[in-house]
């Protein structure tokens, strides 16, 4: 269960500095035509809050409890290469699922090539603070 609870947290952390850094990039006007909320929002028929909402959902739960549950089984020596690569990952499903369905179609590619690139990296960032933080609420130091 702690692994879980580990997982959750990390989950909510990650997703709160993907926010922040989606924020940002709607703020400097980096790819306004790329926003993650406003097109679940939209698959969903409802307000931008629970596009919000289900963000949110996904982050915590979906990621954050799936990688607790996966944690053993990525590769990679450390939770930080662990995070990266689950981070990878669902940044590929995101690609292949949830591009289609919000009509942007594989990988984005409507929204221009950038669109693939920035999720990338936005996944990348995400994975890293899933891993470190999912370390340290483990008790485990960072540096490992």
Known sequence: MRHITSGLVAGF?????????MFA????????????IMMLSGMMGAPVLMGWL????????????????LYDKIPGGSAL???VLFGIAAWLLMMIMVMPMAGAGLFGMA???MAPM?????????????????QLVQGKPAAD
């Open 13 to 21: 952390a990650a997703t709160v500095v993907l926010s922040m850094m």
């Open 25 to 36: 990039k709607t703020m400097m006007g980096i790819m306004p035509e790329l926003d993650v």
């Open 54 to 69: 289900a963000h949110f959902m996904i982050g915590t739960l979906v990621w954050g409890g799936g990688f607790a549950i």
């Open 81 to 83: 290469i662990k995070g």
């Open 111 to 113: 929204l221009g090539i």
């Open 118 to 134: 920035m999720t990338l990296v936005l996944h990348v960032i995400f994975g890293a603070v899933l891993g470190l933080v999912f």
